[in-house]
């Protein structure tokens, strides 16, 4: 199983800024799809984005379109979640997901990623 480690969580107050961290494998990186999903107490997994394996593809939840952003950075086999304009309601642990690229248009459910991360909590101050 690939590895996956999250970093970059933290307490941010609101309309503040965050960018979390996956670091993976080259192999992952270069070959999987990936995506952040978060959970906030008591809810379940919720999707947030998802970049196809190449990068050239992205996709959001339409609560954080133009608000967060998804990216890979090819020579740190990183990939980055760019949170801006927060608000209380973000507050989560967010995980980094991926999987083997597999051709379906569906990318949002937790059930389609089998690698996860240990997740980095995010507190958005109200």
């Known amino acids: 199983q690939v590895q996956l480690v999250e970093s970059g969580g933290g307490l941010v107050q609101a309309g503040g800024s965050l960018r979390l961290s996956c670091a993976a494998s080259?192999?992952?990186?270069?070959?999987?799809?990936m995506a952040w999903f978060r959970q906030a107490p008591g809810k379940e997994r919720e999707f947030v984005a998802a970049?196809?394996?190449?990068?050239?593809?992205?996709f959001y939840a339409d609560s954080v379109k133009g608000r967060f952003t998804i990216f890979k950075v090819n020579d740190k086999n990183t990939l980055y979640l760019q949170m801006s304009s927060l608000k209380h309601e973000h507050t989560a642990v967010y995980y980094c997901?991926?999987?083997?690229?597999?051709?379906?248009?569906?990318?949002?459910?937790?059930?389609?990623?089998?690698?996860w991360g240990q997740g980095t909590p995010v507190n958005v101050s109200s």
């Open positions: 997901a991926a999987r083997s690229s597999t051709y379906t248009p569906s990318r949002t459910s937790p059930d389609l990623y089998s690698c």
């Open positions: 080259r192999r992952t990186f270069l070959s999987y799809d």
């Open positions: 970049i196809s394996w190449s990068g050239s593809n992205t």
